[in-house]
T-cell receptor, first 114, second 112 residues
Framework: ETGVTQTPRHLVMGMTNKKSLKCEQH?????MYWYKQSAKKPLELMFV???????ENNSVPSRFSPECPNSSHLFLHLHTLQPEDSALYLC?????????????FGPGTRLTVT | QKEVEQDPGPLSVPEGAIVSLNCTYS??????FMWYRQYSRKGPELLMY????GNKEDGRFTAQVDKSSKYISLFIRDSQPSDSATYLC????????????FGQGTRLTINP
């Protein structure tokens, strides 16, 4: 595996479900990011981790809970989501927080909340 | 006013044409300017980044930054059908000090 991988690629969940998105980067990077991409809107930064420490929470509702057990893995735990949370969730990584201008993205998880 | 403005298109041009994609911005603190390409059902792919003003060329792609006008451009020469994608501009201020701010993306189609 190379680059940034994300699983699952597609997810359909009900509003009462709990699910998790997984991201893994094979680039030796130390910063990882979660973004939300909705139709007709710019990418929205959700969370940033640098050397496993969360450095930014961009006013994300608590129904989204990130976890970064090590520099290579990032999770996004989801619970009691709303239909408006349906979107493409993208993970990205960079060498560290100083190299935010050179981020590499995974393929995304297409989430549908029913 | 949005920090970064990008015409969403769609933009459709014939194969071989020169394509010009543009973004304007309002934050004079932006120093890094990026262009990403996103194919359907894929994540964004970094094409190139430029620091401060000037031009940067990579093959058929040229990025230009005019900080005085707060205007950036991506030119694609000899466009190919494989260039059909959504192109996203992104910007950031100092290293590590600010997050990436993205434009909405321009959907481009190159017709054979």
């Amino acid at each position: 595996e190379t680059g940034v991988t994300q699983t699952p690629r597609h997810l359909v969940m009900g509003m009462t479900n709990k699910k998790s998105l997984k991201c893994e980067q094979h680039l030796g990077h130390n910063a990882m990011y979660w973004y939300k991409q909705s139709a007709k809107k710019p990418l929205e930064l959700m969370f940033v981790y640098n050397f496993k420490e969360q450095t930014e929470n961009n006013s994300v509702p608590s129904r989204f809970s990130p976890e970064c057990p090590n520099s290579s893995h990032l999770f996004l735990h989801l619970h009691t989501l709303q239909p408006e949370d349906s979107a493409l969730y993208l993970c990205a990584s960079s060498q560290d927080r100083r190299n935010t201008y050179e981020q590499y993205f995974g393929p995304g998880t297409r989430l549908t909340v029913t | 006013q949005k920090e970064v403005e990008q015409d969403p298109g769609p933009l459709s041009v014939p194969e071989g044409a020169i394509v010009s994609l543009n973004c304007t911005y309002s934050n004079s603190a932006f120093q890094y300017f990026m262009w990403y390409r996103q194919y359907s059902r894929k994540g964004p792919e970094l094409l190139m980044y430029t620091y401060s003003s000037g031009n940067k060329e990579d093959g058929r792609f040229t990025a230009q930054v005019d900080k005085s006008s707060k205007y950036i451009s991506l030119f694609i020469r000899d466009s190919q059908p494989s260039d059909s994608a959504t192109y996203l501009c992104a910007m950031s201020a100092l290293q590590g000090a600010q997050k990436l701010v993205f434009g909405q993306g321009t959907r481009l189609t190159i017709n054979p």
